[in-house]
């Protein structure tokens, strides 16, 4: 049984289904781009300082602080995975190591920063990692898609 054809149901407003029909493959293009573009301030904020972020000596400092080493190392690499990850996410360019590394990325946060404080994201609790790190792993399963440049190049991983 094969789970990757969808046959649509009755539209419930059937002057809605060319509409539908037009834009309904469009829904995981604009998912993985928003999700990557969405990431790449973060990876800003640890790598360069941007956004009011620490830069790599503040995001190594705050590493070292909470007990990840090598922190110089860790700030690195969080900050290349969401940055330059977040724009191959967003671009559909080696998207599955990219959303893999964002998926790994998310659950270390999730267990080395913010499990602790509980689920909610305004008490710096686990929500934002944990749904980044799901969208990410969505595109470990199921790649670019149609409109990527995976897509485009016809090579995937």
Do not use: C
């Not at 009011?52 to 190594?60: E, F, S, V």
């Not at 998926?103 to 920063?113: C, E, G, N, S």
């Amino acid at each position: 049984m094969s789970d990757t054809t969808y046959t649509p149901s009755r539209p419930i407003i059937p002057r809605l289904s060319g509409l539908q029909a037009r834009l309904g493959g469009y829904g995981e293009p604009l998912i993985r781009i928003t999700a990557g573009l969405l990431l790449m301030p973060h990876g800003a904020q640890k790598l360069f300082g941007l956004f009011g972020g620490g830069g790599i000596p503040g995001t190594a400092g705050f590493f070292a602080q909470i007990g990840i080493e090598p922190a110089l190392l860790a700030a690195v690499l969080a900050g290349l995975t969401e940055f330059v990850g977040g724009l191959f996410l967003a671009l559909g360019l080696l998207t599955r190591p990219a959303a893999l590394a964002i998926t790994v990325l998310m659950a270390v946060a999730i267990f080395q920063v913010h499990l602790a404080n509980g689920f909610f994201w305004l008490s710096a609790g686990f929500e934002y990692p944990l749904f980044w790190g799901l969208v990410a792993f969505g595109f470990v399963l199921r790649g670019g898609g149609r409109y990527s440049i995976d897509a485009r190049i016809g090579r995937e991983f």
